[in-house]
């Protein structure tokens, strides 16, 4: 029990849940403000404006301050930080116990303003997924995630969402005992979309985004090899993204047109239909914290296919038990395979991943994430799963 209650945190985050190219990150904190918020907590997020998007506005018990652009968000949430201290700006009526600074490659640098009070909240390592950025900006980001950041907050306490991400970051030489896992929680699924029937046919879906890191052309690739000996083979692709139409055109220059549905960003109801009808989920990403998209297809008896130098996806995913882990594109075409071939394989697996689900809900991760924000007030650091 913390010596003094928790009445005020500020989150921050380069998006919010209904940006366009929002994901599993945002809906993280989301979904742990809105906890916070239903036990008594102020809770603000300061987060980066865009079409249609309320300068403010409370979503589920947030407050929700919007400004900046991709890159302005930072800008902007720096100056609102240090005009709030002295009783200026949109934050000026925020006092935060606590801040959390959602390091997604970039840090907002809320140390600077808040000092001990700030904690990074770090998904994943992003060293994989900078040369997107292009040659210039991905070496200053690399070196702003993997040492200036580091340096930095060498006092702050961490959290992720992974035992992977945080061996990621002790390898960026975060002291491992100020590293929390926190990991992510889970909406239940809507109860009609569990009694839907089953595809006759085989279904493999994907839900993500639709940015190059995600790798969706790996599993469009694995559709052709399989479609000549399973030629009613269907692949559902959940989620959208920049990247939508360049996938849409590697689909049509291996032929698969037919057999592959873009459904772009649907609602939860929508997503959840998806899943049920499905057989096999596969995440091909390069990279993951944790894979939200792994339990959202568990709650279905759906099986996750993934790649193990993912990261997270070792975490959420128990190898051979929950879902498969495959060390390269042959090893996801093969299991893929014997999923879709293996009626009592993926019945197994799928069973077990329903099982495993249902210990995670984001009631358990809030409390988790107030332990360590407690701790923080309280000037303790906190170490391992939570």
Known sequence: MSDRPLKSVLLLCWRDTGHPQGGGSEAYLQRIGSQLAADGVKVTLRTARYPGAARREVLDGVTVSR??????????????????????????????????????????????????????????????????????????????????????????????????????????????????????????????????????????????????????????????????RTPDLHLDVVGGGWWGDRLVEHAARLGITDAVTFHGHVDDHAKHEVLQRCWVHVLPSRKEGWGLAVTEAAQHAVPTIGYRSSGGLTDSIVDGVTGLLVDDHAGLVSRLDRLLTDHVLREQLGVKAQLRSGEFSWTQSADAMRVVLESVVDGRLVGGVV
């Not at 000026?92 to 640098?109: A, C, H, Y």
């Not at 979309?193 to 052309?217: C, M, Y």
Request: aromatic share 4%; charged share 20%.
């Open 67 to 228: 400004g900046g652009g991709r890159y302005g968000v930072y800008v902007r949430a720096g100056l609102a930080m240090v005009a709030s201290r002295v009783g200026l700006g949109p934050l000026r009526r925020v006092k935060p116990d606590v801040v959390i600074d959602s390091q997604n490659g970039i840090p907002f640098l809320a140390r600077l303003a808040f000092g001990r009070r700030s904690v990074v909240l770090v998904h994943h390592c992003h060293r994989e997924q900078w040369p997107v950025a292009g040659p210039l900006m991905s070496r200053i980001g690399w070196f702003v995630e993997s040492t200036l950041s580091p340096r930095l907050h060498r006092g702050n306490q961490y959290v992720t969402v992974s035992l992977p991400s945080a061996r990621d970051l002790a390898d960026l030489g975060v002291d491992p005992h100020r590293v929390a896992v926190v990991r992510n929680g889970l909406d239940e699924a809507p109860a009609e979309t569990l009694t839907l029937p089953r595809s006759t046919t085989p279904r493999v879906a994907v839900l993500s985004r639709l940015v190059p890191h995600k790798q969706i052309e790996d599993v469009l690739d694995a559709v052709a090899e399989l479609l000549p």
